[in-house]
């Protein structure tokens, strides 16, 4: 059946005959020339739909009243029903679950897993597994469970729950659990059904009961998902847990020492094992470069990563985030059940819902309390009327039932005014039931106690139903306090940079190129070797004709005979220029021209010339730092040429486009060009930034301005710790989390210290500049009682000491000039001790004046817009025009 027949009403469907589908065919078609649709009705129909609707409501999706699944629910349900507060063997919670669940025991087994390994509603006990390494639970009946306090307190209250009849009839079971805590955002949940999804990242439990509260007064307030393996994530995308947002999250990785990284935190949705593996991979497919991996996770991750000799730790850090599960990307899909149908919400939304619900269930439970007490209240209070008054007696005479019931009500009618209600049949009978030995030893005293008592109780919680708010506010700040120690985030959450693939990836291929015949690749080893690059990177190759082209590594590719120059391309480069003179068309005249190549349009051939036939390059280099040569030209012998050579300086052009004509040099035949004296760069020291925001270095002026610097220039970096190292500024470069000094490093300026020594007891001052710009040194003792109290880069800092009170005595602020307490030592040096006196505090104040002395430079400036352009004569001499 055609597609368009298919859609035709007037065709008839398909019939269900002896179970199987007969097709209506309504006119012959060539083989495979159409797609056919076949429909289903009958049985097929409806089953699929009835399963659709089991699977999405019955099993994969959780509701949002109490944030369980069906097999999660009646697993909790059974628990409390087998709670005696001692530990259960798992398998006999699994037995007894499956007098509801119309599954086998493995799937509740497994469900039973997962809820103790969230560590909130099941205190477990044995080999429950491992979510760092992913290895598997023992089986169940080797390990034993119970419900943790916390669930008791916030999943059960029978007499606000609504029941149902289990699958087979013969048991009850809750339709949902009357949960007060917004539990499917603290647990997170995972499903897939039939035609849709669902994906919650589990939140902290301390934001979130901060979240309710908020919510509660009014407040705004906003979610970001915590994750039980910790690591850190970057939030920005989240979109509030809604289709199309993302989560990315990135392991914890620092630098051991110089040849060993260590993973102490790994991504969400990935164990130590997947990480070991992604990262083997990796290795194999030349991304990255590791000598070996040792894998030590116990209680806590760690995994150790050693690097072969000279390899960058901080490049081999990028790698591991770009090219195995380091960083991970989780696109979470909040979808619940609500009304027996599937809602798509945020997380907000969804955490206000279950705040209310809260409030709902906690305004149920008191009325039902209150309900109680006055119940209670009632009968106490006939009670005491009943005795006090000796209504008893009344009944001695009386024969029939009838007549006792009557003498009571008679009996009690002159002192019920009081009560809050009419007295029933049911309280006279309540009243009969009373035995003589509690008549005998009824205490008037003892019984008004304890009616007042319960006034007490009714009066209060009459106040927490008239003040329900504050009472639920009360109830999330109980929680927190009773549950919350120990719960604190796991997942630190930062901004993350993009890692550019191509800067990081491991350069394990080489590249080779055939300059006459036009071939380049990685499989040419006969030809000239060019250098190394790896299988991700972009080549560019210039022509002798003029002509450039920029392509991806392949084993091999012809791109256009006589290649002059070939290499790696690195796009938004501003530092590489080209220096480039070209003969326009085949006797034309001569330019010159200076350009960078930013970016362009893959294996698309370029003109550097003006596109004339037969136009040459007859000069041409790379400069990666921007460096400008000068050149000799040497003309050909001319009768009208009185000067037949001369030099050009690449330095006294602007660096324009690389579509730009550029300079005349000459109009006359050029016999050879020679290269008279190498150039120094012609571009301004770099400008770089840090931001904080993801502890990186860039060049694009976000965060703070470090300063500019040359290719000699290095950073300054202080640790917390009493570390201090010099590096060289590049942009791949990681920084400690305890960093508290980066600067541009000035090698005669001195660094003061004060620091508390932990052996001797003692504040001391140390100066000192770092002479060794390749070492990483401490420079205060190594004791573990050691601390870095202040440090300054500036070059007379002054300190401000305050001691701590003495046998009720103030000792009066010590005021320190550094320069002057203490000469500049090396940096192992122990330094001055500050005081033998117990000191409280001390404080950095605002620093002397100091006039540094800075090398004035040489700077040439360029008025780009105004700039006319240099010609050469023939006689080598240069004019404007």
């Not at 599937?342 to 008191?366: A, C």
């Not at 109980?478 to 191509?502: H, P, Q, W």
Request: hydrophobic letters at 35%; one cysteine or more; proline letters at 3%.
């Amino acid at each position: 059946m055609s597609t368009e027949d298919n859609l035709n009403e007037d065709i008839q469907p398909n019939n269900l005959e002896n179970g199987e589908f007969v097709e209506d065919h309504t006119e012959l078609q060539e083989e495979e020339e159409k797609e056919t649709i076949t429909k289903v009705t009958g049985m097929y129909k409806e089953w699929f739909l009835d399963y659709a609707s089991y699977v999405i409501l019955e099993r994969a999706v959780p509701a949002i009243e109490d944030g369980f699944k069906p097999v999660q629910r009646r697993i909790m349900h059974s628990m409390k029903e087998l709670d005696d507060g001692r530990y259960n063997k798992v398998a006999n919670v699994v037995g007894h679950t499956m007098q509801y669940h119309p599954h086998g025991d493995a799937s509740i087994g497994d469900a039973m897993v997962q809820l103790g390994q969230k560590e909130l509603l099941i205190d477990m006990q044995g080999n429950w597994g491992n979510i760092l390494t992913g290895d598997g639970a023992a089986a169940s009946r080797y390990i034993e469970a119970r419900l943790s306090k916390f669930a008791l307190e916030v999943l059960y209250s029978p007499k606000i729950t609504e029941w149902q009849l289990s699958y087979d009839g013969r048991r009850n079971e809750p339709v949902n659990l009357p949960v007060k805590f917004p539990l499917l955002l603290a647990q997170g949940a995972e499903g897939i059904a039939v035609g849709l999804s669902t994906k919650v990242l589990p939140h902290n439990f301390i934001e979130l009961i901060d979240a309710s509260v908020k919510i509660l007064k009014g407040k705004p307030f906003t979610l970001y998902p915590d994750f039980p393996t910790e690591g850190i994530a970057d939030v920005s995308n989240y979109n509030d847990g809604l289709r199309g947002g993302r989560v990315r999250v990135r392991a914890r990785i620092s630098q051991l020492d110089k040849n060993t990284l260590v993973i102490t935190q790994i991504p969400f949705s990935t164990t130590t094992t997947s990480l070991i593996d992604s990262i083997l991979k990796a290795n194999e497919k030349g991304k990255l470069k590791i000598r070996k991996i040792e894998d030590n996770t116990a209680a806590n991750v760690e995994i150790l990563i050693h690097l072969p000799p000279g390899t960058s730790p901080d490049k081999t850090i990028d790698a591991l985030y770009a090219f195995t599960g380091c960083e991970t990307s989780i696109a979470p899909l909040a979808c619940i059940i609500q009304d027996n149908k599937p809602l798509f919400i945020g997380v907000s939304d969804m955490l206000k819902r279950s705040t209310h619900q809260t409030v709902d269930l906690l305004k149920q439970e008191l009325e039902i309390e209150l309900g109680e007490l006055e119940e209670r209240w009632h009968f106490l209070s006939l009670e005491r009327i009943f005795i006090e008054n000796r209504i008893y007696r009344a009944i001695e005479e009386e024969e029939t039932w009838e007549g006792v019931l009557s003498s009571i009500d008679e009996g009690l009618k002159p002192f019920v005014v009081h009560l809050k209600r009419a007295v029933t049949q049911e309280d006279i009978i309540r009243l009969t039931e009373i035995r003589i030995k509690r008549i005998s030893r009824f205490d008037i005293d003892k019984a008004n106690q304890q009616i007042e008592s319960l006034e007490g109780e009714i009066e209060q919680v009459k106040y927490n139903l008239a003040h329900l708010i504050d009472f639920a506010i009360k109830y999330f700040t109980n929680l927190k306090e009773k549950y919350g120690k120990g719960r604190e985030r796991k997942t630190e959450l930062r901004s993350f940079d993009t890692i550019e693939a191509t800067k990081v990836v491991l350069r394990n291929t080489k590249l080779y190129v055939n300059r006459q015949e036009g071939f380049f690749g990685t499989s040419l080893r006969k030809d000239e070797y060019v250098c190394d690059c790896s299988d991700i990177d972009d080549i560019i190759v210039f022509l002798r004709d003029g002509s450039m082209v920029i392509s991806k590594v392949e084993e091999k590719r012809f791109v256009g005979k006589d290649i002059i120059h070939i290499d790696v391309f690195a796009k938004n480069d501003k530092r590489t220029i080209y220096n480039l003179i070209y003969r326009d068309g085949k006797s034309g005249p001569t330019y010159i021209k200076r350009f960078n190549v930013m970016s362009i349009t893959r294996d698309k051939v370029y003109d550097l010339t003006q596109g004339n036939t037969g136009s040459q390059i007859l000069y041409f280099s790379a400069n990666p730092n921007g460096e400008a040569e000068v050149v000799t030209i040497l003309l050909r012998q001319l009768s009208n040429v009185k000067k037949l050579k001369f030099d050009v300086d690449f330095a006294d052009l602007l660096i324009k486009g690389r579509i730009a004509k550029g300079n005349l040099v000459t109009k006359y035949a050029i016999k050879k060009i020679e290269l008279k004296e190498k150039g120094i760069s012609t571009l301004r020291p770099r400008k770089i930034w840090y931001d904080d925001t993801v502890r990186r270095l860039n060049v694009e002026g976000r965060g703070d301005l470090l300063g500019e610097f040359k290719p000699e220039d290095r950073l300054l970096i202080i640790t917390q710790s009493g570390r201090v190292k010099t590096v060289v500024p590049e942009l791949t470069t990681h920084f400690d989390e305890d960093m508290i000094v980066l600067e541009k490093w000035k090698p005669t300026k001195p660094i003061s210290a004060i620091y508390y020594d932990g052996e001797k007891a003692r504040y001391y001052v140390k100066r000192f500049v770092v002479e060794n710009e390749n070492r990483d040194d401490v420079f205060i003792s190594e004791h573990e009682n050691s601390k870095l109290e202040l440090i300054s880069t500036d070059y007379r800092p002054v300190v401000e000491v305050v001691f701590a009170k003495v046998k009720g005595v103030q000792k009066e602020n010590l005021v320190l000039d550094l320069e002057q307490f203490i000469t500049i030592k090396g940096i192992k040096a122990l330094g001055n001790q500050l005081t033998a006196d117990k000191v409280k505090q001390i404080d950095h104040l605002e620093s002397l004046p100091y006039e540094e002395v800075v090398e004035e430079e040489e700077v040439i400036t360029y008025d780009v817009e105004n700039l006319p352009d240099i010609t050469i004569d023939e006689d080598g001499q240069s004019s404007l025009f």
